[in-house]
């Protein structure tokens, strides 16, 4: 069985996170989605959601097959039983490049999966501060 991590904020889910969930999914056998722990992250504005509703929003979606949270990308790889990395392009910060060299380095696949064009959070975000 392939196993594969992903991980994310998940705060303003939308069709984008389905999609990527379904792509990430469809690289094995078994997804595990990893949810940041919004305690260190700091993305200049507040979340949404708690760690605990983004936890359970991600687990209600078919292609996921366990949640788990997680404080540190590069820490999170590590304590995970997993054979593919798979990511989003805009995940590429310090923190992410030593993620996916650790992979690299440790025999694991890495895939960055496609945005989907048209949406996202920082997109809703900006529209609801219109509406």
């Not at 069985?1 to 792509?23: A, I, N, P, S």
């Not at 997680?70 to 989003?88: C, L």
């Not at 945005?115 to 529209?127: A, D, F, H, N, V």
Request: hydrophobic letters at 40%; glycine letters at 6%; proline letters at 3%.
């Amino acid at each position: 069985m392939k196993r594969v991590l992903t991980v994310g904020v998940f705060d303003l889910y939308h069709f984008g996170h389905l999609k990527v969930l379904e792509m990430a999914r469809k690289q094995g056998d078994y997804l595990i989605t990893a949810v940041h722990d919004d305690v260190l992250m700091s993305k200049g504005y507040p979340f949404f959601y708690s760690l605990e509703q983004r936890m359970e929003i991600v687990s209600s979606c078919r292609w996921v097959d366990e949640v788990v949270p997680y404080m540190s990308v590069d820490t999170i790889v590590k304590e995970i039983n997993f054979d593919v990395f798979a990511h989003g392009p805009d995940q590429n910060h310090v923190l992410f490049q030593r993620a996916i060299s650790w992979c690299r380095a440790n025999g694991k696949d890495v895939i960055c999966l496609p945005r989907t064009e048209g949406i996202s959070s920082t997109q809703i975000r900006k529209l609801a501060a219109i509406g």
